[in-house]
Nanobody, 124 residues
């Protein structure tokens, strides 16, 4: 059974950094695309970053240069390093996996499994 468990969220001041982790287990396919999404209150969920098993990485334009995605395959863990955080980065951040769509950030309907999320709050 696929499980995705996020951690690392919290409250920081603008300009600060956070690193989110997503521990994955139960994958039956050796090819997959891991992505981070976020959803702020009253807004649609949006893709933030993705990395697939070919190490193809994608970063959304509004966080490019501030966020990076990486993976530790030995630990089955994906990280989202978030620097120079802004209040508008405040959201629930979700980890998700797709076994169908590769080479970029899939639309949320292209993801197969989701974690429960971790809350990020940035104060000004």
């Amino acid at each position: 059974q696929v499980q995705l468990v996020e951690s690392g969220g919290g409250s920081v001041q603008a300009g600060g950094s956070l690193r989110l982790s997503c521990a994955a287990s139960g994958f039956t396919s050796s090819r997959y695309n891991m992505a981070w999404f976020r959803q702020a209150p009253g807004k649609e969920r949006e893709g933030v970053a993705a990395i697939d098993t070919d190490d193809y990485t994608s970063i959304a334009d509004d966080v490019k240069g501030r966020f990076t995605i990486s993976t530790d395959k030995a630990k089955n863990t994906v990280y989202l390093q978030m620097n120079t955080l802004k209040p508008e980065d405040s959201a629930m951040y979700y980890c998700a996996v797709s076994f169908r769509t590769f080479g970029g950030i899939p639309f949320d309907y292209g993801m197969d499994y989701w974690g429960k999320g971790t809350l990020v709050t940035i104060s000004s």
